[in-house]
């Protein structure tokens, strides 16, 4: 906030906290110590394989790479309007322009002008039909990229466009009846797959609720921009340095480009500077661009959009818009529920669908819900196709019940808390899910309990209510939500990875999976469960870039399966080669193969004690087979479309959060005072990395439900929100000074890697909980009398509109 904020109790909390945070640490580096030195590899507080790197500037990205002699660069030229019809250009024009090689348009692709990701309907460049503001229409090839970009300026003085109306939000696309792919229906009723019971059990129920609700997308932001480098090779291949989430998707797409077969084209990933979803799929129209202009002219050619081109080109989280009516008990148990959920797709499909399934099948949370019906559309606006985002859809579904349990608590006078107890999923009965898996590895109640008492909630409800009565101005608010989210791909073929392990003669190890790198630590964990498996120290372990000529037939890195897949198939094959290495070692020096030890560089056979190095030489001169792939599949998946029922998960993650805020109701200005988190990731392959990715998720998801706000021109569709000046995302300033993350305590019930569990995408929920404290805040405003109308994302201006509300 502006304004000094003079709040004894948060001094007061700080030292104590800090004192507890920094002696688990103590406590919990001195366990994982002690289990280092005993041989295990995994479990250890390692620092991400690339750190040195990323903090001395060696670690090299797509724009880093030294470029080849002869290399171009390549601009786009975007549509100046966001609808209408493309009727020609001014070709010479761009031509004459200094530097520029070649002008390309939809005409000059030899293959499919097309880079949709599952429905075709996405071209590359513009087919004559205008579909958004800032649409590729051409792109020029230049000597430099600043050649390129001022020739690709001119797009509005040479398109010649018969401009239309366009339909810019969600609820204008369902009004018009305009969806990207059908609309997706799931109903459970004990009545049958009728509505009509479920409204009648809203009907007879004691209390009734109904309401919308707005919450806004979200940008990736991603600190390395959309980037690709394409090199011709002989015989019409083809080498794309791509900075995506997904290599064989882009080798598959630009493949189909270039009119050749797959095996012409390789995809090569070292690391991308983030991409949160949104380079799993949208980095094929930059790498199809490039590829296509390096074929043409027999040269390298860069495509580097600019900040400002990469929001008016790509999509981002899709918004979504609800309509609920619910019937419940008197204590906030949910009887009946009826939802529709409309999402801002964009102008094509994308990866719209598995968003919004993702959505309906999240829409439970951690919650029975014994007669629901839901309804998902995905409207088809004339702005950028929406697509993947982290968490994938899971957020916007499991929102909108965290909504109703909240306005019900309100209306009741309950403690919201409370109210979300009495939902909970039971443990042996009420467990079972809208779309028919059965909820068997379920510790909300147990983790909730815990984060109650630790974080002192009761307590410091109370402070906060004798707070708020002394204070007309400042509002403090308090909230604890809890999570439940499905683990796994929702098509069931995905689930799948393979990976390479080499062991060479000195007794280093190479490996190379499937997976993508984007600051998460993948390849950190990678190379902890192949050390831990082949018994040696994590240094003698090497992660190579992710490369299509390597393993092939690659899902994305997204889904938070990264770690669970490729994590299973290094292990695969480093499995196989330590069950040769120990038959050969035992051949050698007695004793039996399955005897045979590996641990802390050494392998104990036959009653000696050998370097790794040393069986590993051995194993050479016996001309034993030192590398082997690694395969896995996730097993036990199932997924009927259709009728939206099956087992689509492999197992579920679990987490909560109490976010506590201080509210200017002047200003609507808010600063989040104090978080304590607890998630559930299993036994945790790597504890430091696993809590990164919770406070990073937990910042960036509230940035998303409080700051990030998307705003297009209501006429043009102009996105004017498109630059960091006008889009604003959560700095190092938005952390809360007391910030506790912890680790539930427990395993995965389920075969996953080391018994652990994803923390990519799970803990983007757990930042609920600061958007309802500032309801709370606003509430309280109101003498908790009004159930406040908030909507996402909760600006000021927001908080505002909700005051006003609530006061009148």
Not at 544 to 562: E, P, R, Y
């Amino acid at each position: 906030m502006n304004h000094p904020v003079a709040d004894p109790l948060l001094h007061a909390a700080l030292p104590f906290a800090d004192y507890r945070h920094n002696q688990q640490a103590r406590l919990d580096s001195a366990a994982e110590a002690q289990a280092e030195q005993a041989g295990a590899r995994v479990g250890i507080s390692r620092p991400h394989e690339s750190a040195t790197l990323h903090v001395t500037g060696g670690a090299t990205y797509i724009d880093d790479l030294p470029e080849l002699a002869g290399t171009l660069h390549c601009a786009l030229g975007l549509s100046p309007v966001a609808a209408g019809r493309l009727q020609g250009f001014d070709r010479d024009a761009l031509a004459a322009m200094p530097g520029v090689v070649r002008v390309l348009t939809a005409a000059d692709i030899p293959g499919v002008n097309d880079c949709g990701s599952i429905v075709h309907d996405e071209p590359i460049l513009c087919d004559g039909e205008i579909r958004f503001l800032g649409q590729p229409v051409f792109a020029v090839v230049a000597e430099t990229r600043e050649q390129a970009r001022r020739a690709a300026a001119l797009a509005r003085q040479v398109l010649r466009v018969d401009a239309a109306e366009p339909v810019l939000t969600p609820r204008q696309a369902h009004e018009k009846g305009q969806y990207v792919v059908p609309p997706m229906h799931l109903v459970r009723s004990a009545s049958g797959l009728d509505e009509a019971g479920i409204r009648a059990a809203i009907a007879r129920a004691p209390h009734r609720l109904s309401g919308s609700l707005d919450v806004g997308g979200q940008e990736q932001f991603y600190l390395e921009g959309q980037i690709s480098y394409a090199i011709p090779k002989e015989g019409r291949g083809m080498h794309v340095h791509c900075s995506t989430q997904h290599p064989s998707e882009m080798q598959h797409l630009v493949a189909h480009a270039l009119g050749v077969p797959a095996h012409a084209v390789l995809v090569e990933c070292r690391r991308m500077g983030g991409g949160f979803g949104g380079k799993e799929s949208q980095s094929a129209q930059f790498a199809c661009i490039a590829a296509v202009a390096a074929q043409a002219l027999q040269r390298p050619v860069k495509l580097r959009l600019d900040r400002d081109d990469d929001f008016m080109v790509t999509g981002r989280r899709h918004g979504f818009w609800y309509e609920y009516e619910v019937g419940h008990d008197d204590e906030g148990r949910i009887l009946g529920a009826c939802l529709q959920m409309v999402s801002h797709a964009g102008h094509s499909a994308d990866l719209s669908a598995p968003v919004m399934t993702r959505a309906i099948c999240h829409f439970d949370n951690a919650y029975w819900l014994p007669e629901v019906a839901m309804h998902g559309y995905c409207g088809k606006t004339h702005t950028q196709s929406n697509t993947a985002f982290r968490g994938f859809g899971g957020p916007q579904g499991a929102i909108a019940i965290e909504y109703i349990l909240d306005s019900i608590a309100r209306r009741l006078g309950r403690d919201p808390l409370a109210v979300r107890r009495a939902n909970f999923y039971g443990q042996s009965e009420r467990n079972v899910t809208p779309y028919g898996q059965t909820v068997r590895d379920n510790v909300i109640h147990e983790l909730v309990d815990q984060l109650e008492a630790s974080s002192d909630y009761d307590g410091r409800r109370a402070a906060i209510a004798a707070f708020n009565a002394g204070s007309p101005v400042l509002k403090r608010g308090i909230a604890l939500t809890p999570l439940k989210f499905g683990i796994s791909f929702n098509v069931r073929h995905f689930n799948q990875a393979g990976a390479l392990v080499h062991v060479y003669t000195d007794g280093s190890i190479l490996v190379n999976h499937g997976g993508t790198e984007m600051g998460q630590g993948l390849n950190t964990k990678v190379a902890q469960v192949v050390a831990h498996e082949l018994g040696v120290g994590f240094e003698r372990v090497r992660v190579t870039a992710t490369d299509t000529s390597k393993v092939a037939n690659t899902s994305a890195t997204a889904a938070s399966t990264g770690s669970d897949l490729n994590g299973k198939a290094a292990q695969d094959a480093a499995r196989q080669i330590r069950e040769r290495l120990a038959a050969c070692a035992a051949g050698r020096h007695g004793g039996l193969a399955a005897e045979v030890r590996f641990a802390n560089d050494q392998v104990q056979v036959g009653g000696r004690t050998l370097d790794f190095a040393t069986v590993v030489g051995e194993a050479y001169l016996d001309r034993v087979q030192l590398w082997s792939d690694g395969f896995y599949a996730t097993p036990g998946l199932s997924w009927d479309r259709e009728k939206m029922q099956g087992h689509p998960f492999y197992y579920f993650a679990y987490g909560a959060a109490v976010s506590e805020v201080l509210v200017d109701t002047l200003t609507g200005e808010w600063k989040l005072l104090r978080a304590d988190v607890l998630h559930d990731a299993g036994r945790s392959l790597n504890p430091a990395l696993d809590i990164g990715q919770v406070e990073g998720a937990f910042i960036q998801g509230m940035g998303w439900l409080t700051m990030e706000e998307l705003v297009w021109h209501p006429k043009t569709g102009l996105l004017s929100t498109h630059a960091p000046s006008t889009y604003k995302i959560p700095t190092a300033n938005d952390c809360p000074p007391v910030f506790n993350v912890r680790l539930f305590e427990g395993r995965n019930a389920e075969d996953a890697i080391h018994r652990s569990k994803a923390v990519g995408e799970p803990p983007l929920l757990l930042p609920f909980s600061v958007f309802f404290a500032i309801r709370d805040a606003v509430s309280a405003a109101g003498g908790h009398r009004i159930d406040p109308p908030l909507q996402a994302p909760a600006t000021s201006e927001a908080i505002l509109r909700a005051l006003q509300a609530v006061r009148a």
